[in-house]
């Protein structure tokens, strides 16, 4: 059984978390700081990341902390990221896409017009990893680790209504959002592969785990029943980050391989690799929905230009 102690040292790695200040995320920057990672965290809120640095720091003597504001819901504020890091670092060694956004109530907007989750949990980790590509492809045996959920497998991508406009139903954008991020993390490796780039791209997901995710969209009488469901469901954040933490740090990852718990239906257990969704794993739609992440985001990703594996033959 794979547990965090199993970590290699990460002395000398530099490691990006997104959504660093609770649930996944802190349990993910706690495990690589112990192992002596400078690990960013990229926080919306930086009082918040601040406090919580200053926490890990009490807890992990001599742990290196540093905290960069990143609003995942404003693409500049991704480009205001990315420009500080990268006058900052010379090289970046694994960037998480950690951060995520889940079922409001109401069709809310990012500050570019995109569908909440879709513009959170994946259009703006699509730019912000074009826009340090250069950097990790500088990292020392560099890492991209994609967050998605169990929860992609029941998603669609609806290019007729990619910002649920006509329609919104807070699970399915939610679920389309989580399979956009499936279906960037294995096109991602597509590229890197055939551009024979030192970088990978690997996936995970942490079954259902009990993280501050879990306390919204639901409310009510049916609310209170479906969060105690879930609390005895679930396993606990300690567990539901091992995939992911596997999946940055194990010797042997390959790109392309996704990472789960190996219990009923992925709900819960120890790491183990795992298949995506057959229509995260079709090129006609992964190329389709490359396209339209560049269009909408402005963002290309340089060093791949010219490298289009997700074109199907003719």
């Keep these: 059984m794979w547990i965090a102690d199993n970590i290699p040292d990460m002395t000398g790695k530099v490691v990006i978390v997104t959504g660093a200040t609770a649930g996944l995320g802190k349990a993910t920057t ?7 990672a400078t690990v960013i965290l990229a926080v919306r809120n930086p009082a918040r990341g601040q406090a919580v640095a200053e926490a890990m720091k009490q807890e992990i003597p001599g742990a290196d902390l540093r905290v960069q504001q990143l609003d995942l819901a404003s693409l500049a ?32 907007k990012t500050e570019d017009g995109f569908e909440l989750q879709l513009g959170s949990n994946y259009l703006s980790h699509y730019a912000l990893t ?25 998603g669609h991508i609806n290019f007729e209504d990619l910002m649920s406009e006509k329609e919104y139903q807070p699970h399915r954008a939610y679920n389309q959002s989580k399979l956009a991020n499936a279906i960037f993390g294995i096109e991602l490796d597509r590229r890197l592969r055939a551009a024979n780039s030192p970088l990978i791209s690997v996936l995970a997901h942490p079954g259902i785990s ?39 740090t194990a010797p042997g990852v390959q790109g392309g391989q996704f990472f789960g718990p ?18 995260a794993h079709d090129p006609a739609i992964a190329r389709r929905l490359w396209d339209i992440s560049e269009q909408l985001t402005g963002v290309a990703f340089h060093s791949l230009d010219g490298v289009s594996p997700g074109k199907t033959e003719s």
């Design 77 to 108: 504020s991704v480009e205001t990221f990315a420009r500080q890091i990268t006058s900052a670092y010379t090289a970046i060694d694994i960037l998480i896409n950690n951060a995520g956004i889940m079922h409001p109530p109401s069709l809310l």
């Design 210 to 248: 009990y993280t501050n995710l879990m306390a919204v969209g639901y409310t009510g009488f049916f609310g209170s029943i479906m969060k105690r469901l879930n609390a005895a469901t679930a396993q606990p954040v300690e567990r539901g980050v091992l995939p992911q933490l596997y999946a940055a």
């Design 130 to 154: 074009g826009r340090l590509l250069d950097l990790l492809e500088k990292g020392h045996q560099p890492r991209v680790v994609t967050v998605t959920s169990l929860q992609h497998k029941s």
């Design 262 to 279: 190996d219990g009923f239906r992925e709900i819960r257990g120890n790491v183990t690799e795992v298949q995506a969704a057959p229509e």
């Design 30 to 36: 706690q495990a690589l700081a112990r192992k002596g």
